[in-house]
């Protein structure tokens, strides 16, 4: 398939019924299909959208293309869930087929209200010279699944002083009012989030400008959120093209959390507690999407991909996947993140850390700690000992370095192949780290710092192997349940 702007915008309708289930067949060959993380059946995924729980379930949706590894005319797919793990398809939720957003149903948020749930999103539009559009939309969604989009979009275009750039409302509620972060930009190019707020969920009214640092806005803020976790509010946001003299980072764009006193609506005013930080320090997390969840949690969900890079899948017409669903919480004005509880009911018979654990099933998962001032190295492979994940551990200068370069599939080279985080220093070092057949995800000392990353070795891993003082280790490795 060649991909220009005519396959990539091609109406859904106009594909010959036989692409998808043929695409299908061959995305589930992939020896690197993930057995627990969401992915899609075909084609591209990206941002999650819409998580919420309603109707005594959670919901969740996710940015598609389905008809081929590449960023194309967007849908949104939903998928549904009891316990945050196993996840059934309900299939194409909001499709891209109205004039409001013909060239994609892009990145929005939903909100429990009444017996429905309230969806927006941002309709994509391009014109005949191919100049942008964005309407912010908003959707309703019964307890039978079936969306139905309000018409005309609940706003209509960016405030004057902003560009069509304007995009991923986020959805919450205040004292039974209304309010929509969106991402935008200012005609200057400078990145910004603006407030909206609703009394009814159908005129929304724009409040501000939030009053984001300078330094801290790229040419372009995607996906900015808002959650509150023990009265704090936490916010989370993707600024392209931030300096890497604000932020140290290394991947394309980063995805930045920053965690406030306050968040003051009426003025559109949020104070900063700490200092911004990466919310994942590996290789692949962007357009995170949190929420605060009615059972008091503050849950969130990554998109494990990002933008404008190959992965060894696009050869198999399928890219990216969901990271699993984290619980955040805050100690001392840090941001912690870690897997949700209900992962823990994967773990099959546990075994201890030995120096060489065999017989894993692809998808499996260590914990152990680390004694002050020890190091230990781990190696993630299949019974092929040239090729590995190699994880290095050094609990004298607080390091934890992930190198993907001895794959044997490299991939987004450009952007470096180690990424390393920084904990305490000659302290114990505790690791949680999961691996399901092509992802890793890392949580470092509680989930202090996570680092996350695709990796793509010649088939499912089934080894761990550690070396170094390995009696400076004590912990457990646990298969997962298929
Ligand atoms: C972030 C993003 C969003 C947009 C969506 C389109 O990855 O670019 O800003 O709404 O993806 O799929």
Same mark, same amino acid.
């Given at each position: 398939m060649i991909w220009n702007r005519e396959?990539?915008?091609t109406p859904y309708n106009a594909w010959p019924k036989s692409t998808l289930p043929t695409l299908e067949a061959q995305v589930a060959q992939s020896k690197w299909r993930m057995q627990h993380h969401l992915q899609p059946t075909s084609g591209l995924l990206n941002d999650p959208n819409g998580f919420s729980y309603f109707n005594h379930q959670w919901h969740l949706f996710y940015q598609v293309f389905p008809y081929g590894p590449v960023h194309g005319l967007k849908a949104w797919q939903h998928v549904t869930s009891k316990d945050l793990i196993h996840w059934h398809d309900e299939g194409l939720a909001i499709q891209p087929d109205s004039k409001y957003d013909s060239h994609g149903a892009y990145t929005g948020t939903a909100?429990?209200?009444?017996?429905?749930?309230?969806?927006?999103y941002t309709g994509n539009v391009r014109d005949a010279d191919w100049n942008r559009h964005s309407y912010q939309i908003g959707a309703w969604m019964g307890p039978d699944n079936q969306v139905e989009k309000v018409t005309p979009p609940v706003i209509d275009a960016a405030p004057a002083g902003y560009t069509t750039s304007f995009r991923d409302p986020y959805l919450f509620e205040r004292d039974g009012q209304y309010y929509?972060?969106?991402?935008?930009?200012?005609?200057?190019?400078?990145?910004?989030?603006?407030?909206?707020h609703s009394a009814d969920l159908?005129?929304?009214?724009?409040?501000?400008?939030?009053?984001?640092?300078?330094?801290?806005?790229?040419?372009?803020?995607?996906?900015?959120?808002?959650?509150?976790?023990?009265?704090?509010?936490?916010?989370?946001?993707?600024?392209q093209g931030l300096p890497q003299a604000t932020?140290?980072?290394?991947?394309?764009?980063?995805?930045?959390?920053?965690?406030?006193?306050?968040?003051?609506?009426?003025?559109?005013?949020?104070?900063? =507690?700490? &200092?911004?930080?990466?919310?994942?320090?590996?290789?692949?997390? !962007?357009? @995170?999407? /949190?929420? $605060?969840?009615?059972? #008091?949690? =503050?849950? &969130?969900?990554?998109?494990?991909?990002?933008?404008?890079?190959? !992965?060894? @899948?696009? /050869?198999? $017409?399928?890219?990216? #996947?969901?990271?699993?669903?984290?619980?955040?919480?805050?100690?001392?004005?840090?941001? !912690?993140q870690n897997p949700v509880a209900e992962t823990a009911q994967l773990r099959a018979t546990p075994q201890p850390v030995q120096a060489k654990v065999n017989d894993l099933t692809g998808a499996f998962e260590t914990e152990f700690t680390l004694a002050a001032d020890e190091q230990i190295r781990l190696k993630v492979m299949t019974a092929d000992a040239d090729h590995y994940l190699l994880v290095d551990l050094d609990a004298q200068a607080g390091?934890?370095?992930?190198?993907?370069?001895h794959t044997g599939r490299p991939f987004g080279e450009k952007y470096g192949q180690i990424r390393r985080a920084q904990v305490q220093p000659h302290a114990e070092l505790k690791l949680r780290l999961i691996i399901d057949v092509s992802v890793f995800e890392c949580y470092i000392n509680n989930g202090y710092t996570t680092m996350?990353?695709?990796?793509?070795?010649d088939d499912a891993p089934t080894q761990l192997q550690l070396a170094g003082n390995v009696a400076a280790v004590t912990g457990t490795v646990w298969n997962w349940l298929k």
């Open positions: 396959t990539r915008y909100l429990p209200v009444g017996d429905r749930l309230f969806i927006m929509a972060l969106i991402g935008a930009q200012t005609t200057t190019e400078v990145g910004a989030v603006l407030l909206y159908q005129q929304w009214d724009f409040q501000g400008e939030l009053n984001l640092p300078a330094s801290l806005r790229g040419f372009m803020v995607e996906c900015p959120n808002v959650v509150e976790i023990d009265g704090q509010p936490v916010l989370i946001f993707c600024p932020l140290a980072y290394e991947n394309i764009y980063p995805n930045v959390s920053l965690v406030g006193q306050s968040f003051d609506l009426d003025q559109v005013n949020f104070t900063p =507690a700490g &200092a911004p930080t990466q919310l994942d320090a590996g290789f692949d997390v !962007y357009a @995170t999407e /949190a929420f $605060n969840a009615p059972d #008091g949690r =503050a849950l &969130a969900v990554s998109w494990i991909g990002l933008p404008e890079i190959a !992965y060894p @899948t696009d /050869a198999e $017409n399928w890219a990216h #996947g969901l990271s699993l669903v984290k619980e955040l919480t805050l100690k001392d004005n840090h941001l !912690y390091t934890v370095t992930i190198d993907r370069s996350t990353g695709r990796f793509f070795l």
